[in-house]
């Protein structure tokens, strides 16, 4: 039975956006979170870096700190849902207008959070 239960639950905890990323979000049932979407204007095109560290890089104690340069006030880091397989989860940065400003990947070495890739709108 929880097993069932479970299962009917999950689509409330993964929502799908409309370029085909997702985002895992917990519902408490309390309020309806809508679905962070790329911006409509400025952004058809994405550019996307990846960044290298030295072996003994320092990292930061949290993903929430290694994330810190890419938000601004008022956006949230949330975990991106399930993906294909050979691709990473990755971090979306939400801004208050449900719009993804960035998606970072992350890696925990052994001084903390790197950020070792972002994906933003190119324009």
Known sequence: MRLLLALAALPLLVAGCSDGTTV???????????TPTWPTTGCKEHSM????????????????????PYLKHGDSLEREGPQPPHFRRGWVV?????????????????NGYLVDSVEKCAH
């Open 24 to 34: 895992a979000k917990e519902d408490h049932g309390l309020v309806a979170h809508p």
């Open 49 to 68: 870096g990846t960044i290298d560290y030295v072996s003994d890089a320092s990292g930061a104690a949290t993903r929430e700190e290694a994330a810190a």
């Open 94 to 110: 939400v801004t208050p207008d449900h719009e993804i400003r960035a998606i970072l990947t992350m890696v925990k070495g052994e």
